[in-house]
T-cell receptor, first 115, second 111 residues
């Protein structure tokens, strides 16, 4: 089954404790991206990757890091989480032609709470 | 920059037709996408319009007017399971490296 898998799905952590949210896709997609979703603000892009070893900032990259060492994986790293990073996070993937037709495949989401 | 405006909430009766509007402002334009998201779930791609006119996919249709920077999603024969949030989105022109989403319209289908 074609899918984007995120882990963990739910996490409660404390300020300053480093954490990683993993994302893996099995569709051989070149493009991957991270979004966060907050009430009233919609989905905002954090980082994206057009291919292996190619990453770039989105609209809200502060406090986050990413890496793309393999095509299928695109982990999101919070080096020192803060309460304002409490959010619902989505990983998404696509092929280049899919990008221009606005079609992304999303993971099920990771709900993160930072106390 | 890019911005999209949608109504925040819409309520409709089961079996009825509902239209969710989206107006956008972009410096360039590839097309307009629509996504559905149930509470606690992932956004799911519904449709994409690159050209003016109506695209139909089963009970859902999407319309685009490039000259008016306007589009809408039309849901017919509403079912309770259609209760969800609906987002319009536009790809960033050039690299298409980002989808910019509207803030979403919450649709409540009632009996």
């Amino acid at each position: 089954e074609a899918q984007v898998t995120q882990n963990p799905r739910y996490l409660i952590t404390v300020t300053g404790k480093k954490l990683t949210v993993t994302c893996s896709q099995n569709m051989n997609h070149e493009y991957m991206s991270w979004y966060r979703q907050d009430p009233g603000l919609g989905l905002r892009q954090i980082y994206y990757s057009m291919n292996v070893e190619v990453t770039d900032k989105g609209d809200v990259p502060e406090g986050y890091k990413v890496s793309r060492k393999e095509k299928r994986n695109f982990p999101l790293i919070l080096e020192s989480p803060s309460p304002n990073q409490t959010s619902l996070y989505f990983c998404a993937s696509s092929i280049p032609t899919g990008l221009k037709s606005g079609e992304l495949f999303f993971g099920e989401g990771s709900r993160l709470t930072v106390l | 920059g890019q911005s999209l405006e949608q109504p925040s909430e819409v309520t409709a009766v089961e079996g009825a037709i509902v239209q969710i509007n989206c107006t956008y402002q972009t410096s360039g334009f590839y097309g307009l996408s629509w996504y559905q998201q149930h509470d606690g779930g992932a956004p799911t791609f519904l449709s994409y319009n690159a050209l003016d006119g109506l695209e139909e996919t089963g009970r859902f249709s999407s319309f685009l007017s490039r000259s008016d920077s306007y589009g809408y999603l039309l849901l017919q024969e509403l079912q309770m399971k259609d209760s969800a949030s609906y987002f319009c989105a536009v790809p960033l022109t050039g690299t298409a490296s980002k989808l910019t989403f509207g803030t979403g319209t919450r649709l409540q289908v009632t009996l």
